[in-house]
């Protein structure tokens, strides 16, 4: 049996993507003209960098939550916004002028009330001469509407690896199945066994016939600094697709070329509707130049085999 060019894309663009791709907590994004939960934190994180540079420890501690907690990179414990204000008070006097870059890679939500910075931060002395690298993780919660820093952890310099970039992707490790009335797509995803990657094994079956098979990979790409996968299906298509994490999850960009030749693009937006579930929506999708409707289907984790 084969398939149409616009099933084919359906697939390469949503439904295989899907399931081998780290869906966290993803909803439609928000209208530009409303204020996220990301903005208030981006907002908040260079508000403390801006005091950071300023040499105010009162301004900077008022970030923190009132029992709030800093930990540097010798592993000292720095618990209170009153102790948190004092430990840069004393570094200011000591390194006035001292001025603080941070490079946030990664802002993930953990519920509503709760979101996980990564990132480096790099200081340098009054006369930006010495410079300091360490990576850190800042822990956000939200009170009564307020976002403040719940902990903050300095780490040594080295950066994480490509195994540590995917590990909010995890829970996706498993199997996992969409069916309907026409097909049925089920997955497999485990980690590559040097755990740089999420692999995907997926197969396409129509009227208890298969159709299509593939994989898919998921890994860290450095010169863009975000997750990209790579799929590539038996008919000979293949394609490639960028994530971006928003308030409520990711956000896929994909393109793809098609076993007859031509091309397409789309955007897949995922959004976890329980502990073994989640919805997927398809859309801007463009297939050799023509517009595709709008598709949303819900994919579940398969039961595990009860064993006789």
């Given at each position: 049996m084969k398939l149409s060019r616009q099933a084919i894309s359906t697939i390469i663009f949503g439904l295989t993507c899907c399931v081998s791709s780290a869906i966290v907590r993803a909803d439609v994004a928000?209208?530009?003209s409303k204020s996220t939960p990301t903005d208030a934190i981006v907002k908040s994180i260079k508000s403390f960098a801006a005091a950071f540079n300023a040499g105010d420890a009162k301004k900077l501690a008022a970030h923190f939550a009132e029992d709030?907690?800093?930990v540097d990179d010798a592993g000292t414990l720095f618990k209170g916004r009153v102790n948190i204000e004092e430990e840069f008070a004393a570094f200011f006097k000591v390194f006035p002028g001292a001025n603080l870059a941070v490079d946030v890679e990664q802002l993930r939500f953990v519920g509503d009330s709760m979101a996980i910075e990564e990132g480096t931060?790099?200081?340098?002395d009054a006369a930006n001469e010495s410079?300091?690298?360490?990576?850190?993780?800042?822990?956000h919660v939200r009170k009564k509407n307020h976002w403040q820093?719940?902990?903050a952890r300095d780490h040594d310099s080295e950066p994480a690896s490509n195994h540590d970039r995917l590990k909010s992707l995890e829970w996706l490790v498993g199997d996992w199945i969409d069916e309907s009335h026409e097909s049925t797509i089920e997955t497999s995803i485990r980690w590559s066994k040097d755990g740089n990657f999420l692999i995907s094994q997926f197969r396409v079956s129509m009227t208890g016939v298969r159709v299509m098979s593939g994989t898919q990979r998921m890994g860290w790409d450095p010169q863009q600094q975000q997750i990209r996968s790579w799929i590539f299906d038996s008919e000979g298509g293949f394609g490639t697709g960028l994530w971006t994490e928003t308030d409520a999850g990711w956000i896929v960009k994909s393109t793809a070329v098609l076993p007859d030749g031509s091309s397409g693009s789309g955007t897949s937006t995922y959004a976890r509707t329980g502990t073994d579930s989640f919805r997927l929506t398809l859309s801007q999708r463009?297939?050799?130049g023509s517009p595709r409707d709008n598709v949303s289907v819900v994919v579940v984790r398969k039961p595990?085999?009860?064993q006789q």
């Open positions: 928000k209208s530009n709030g907690e800093y931060a790099a200081v340098t410079v300091t690298l360490s990576r850190y993780t800042v822990v820093i719940a902990s463009i297939v050799a595990p085999v009860v």
